[in-house]
């Protein structure tokens, strides 16, 4: 899948130190050694590792953090380290920021940025003058950051990393209302925030209603334009996203994802698809979704 992706003009790999517990980072990070010159970002992610106490985050922990990732990755030097959706007192605490930025002084790491989950936690992070990047869910399910979120990074040059880009699935247009899931899934599980934030399941949809309104925006599209394909094309089309971070669990997606973006070259009217995509979230999702993150 790593193969498929670069071959096919991938540039950034997400991954984060908590993934298969490290096994994720230690997997790219012998594939890019075998690679020379490849020139891959690597944004990983630290935070998870303990409990999201605010106390947690100290200058001691974010130092075993990344020094575990450097060796996983075996590299000197983290192109990307990002907050793994801290609590919001530590994405607003200055102290925060003087321990990134010791890391960045004495080369453990090239930049830093956050994941979050709310659009506050964004213009919070956004507003701190050495953040290089926000990750924040984006997604036709999801257009709050189009308020305000996309044009303060935009200004303040700080890029945005859509993540969820494809609703935890949903919006693969693959699922429908017969679809089960393991119980280990947090699609599963998770579905009103029993185990975790309920916006990193299916975006904080409701199943049924999004299964709805994935019916529409599949019949506005043009015949051999997949549902999918549009999305993420749509996602990076917008002003201020830097790059979109869809998973994928074998070569034919990840090969998919990749090609996503020959939509915009091959002239897909992405225009239209933007008027469907809000005038089914004013109907159908805002209500419920827009004031929630």
Excluded at 213 to 218: D, G, H, K
């Amino acid at each position: 899948m790593l193969a498929a992706s670069v071959d096919r003009g991938v540039t950034l790999f997400d991954t984060a130190d908590v993934y298969g517990d490290g096994r994720s980072e230690s997997v790219i990070g012998r594939f890019l050694a075998a690679r020379a010159g490849h020139d891959i970002t690597i944004a990983t992610k630290m935070g998870r590792r303990m409990a999201q106490e605010p106390e947690n985050y100290t200058p001691e922990n974010f130092r075993g953090w990344t020094d575990r990732s450097r060796r996983n990755l075996g590299v000197e030097t983290l192109d990307l380290v990002q907050l793994h959706c801290p609590p919001t007192e530590v994405i607003e605490d200055a102290a925060t920021y003087d321990a990134l930025d010791a890391l960045v002084a004495d080369g453990t790491i090239a930049a830093y940025g956050v994941s979050v989950e709310t659009c506050g936690q964004a213009l919070a992070a956004i507003a701190r003058p050495n953040v290089t990047n926000v990750q924040i869910i984006f997604n036709p399910f999801r257009l709050k950051p189009l308020d305000e979120v996309l044009p303060a990074a935009q200004a303040a040059g700080v890029a945005i990393f859509a993540r969820v880009p494809l609703a935890s699935g949903l919006l693969s247009g693959k699922y429908s209302a017969s679809t089960t899931f393991a119980a280990d899934d947090h699609r599963a599980y998770n579905r009103h925030g029993e185990a975790f934030d309920r916006g990193e399941t299916f975006s904080g949809v409701d199943f049924e209603t999004g299964l709805a309104a994935v019916a529409e925006l599949s019949a506005a599209l043009p015949e051999g334009v997949s549902l999918p394909a549009a999305t993420l094309a749509w996602i990076v089309s917008q002003p201020g996203v830097t790059s979109a971070i869809p998973g994928a669990r074998s070569i034919a997606q990840a090969s998919s994802n990749a090609d996503a973006t020959a939509l915009l070259e091959d002239g897909f009217d992405v225009s239209a698809f933007d008027a469907v995509i809000r005038e089914v979230y004013d109907r159908r999702l805002r209500e419920a979704i827009h004031p929630l993150w």
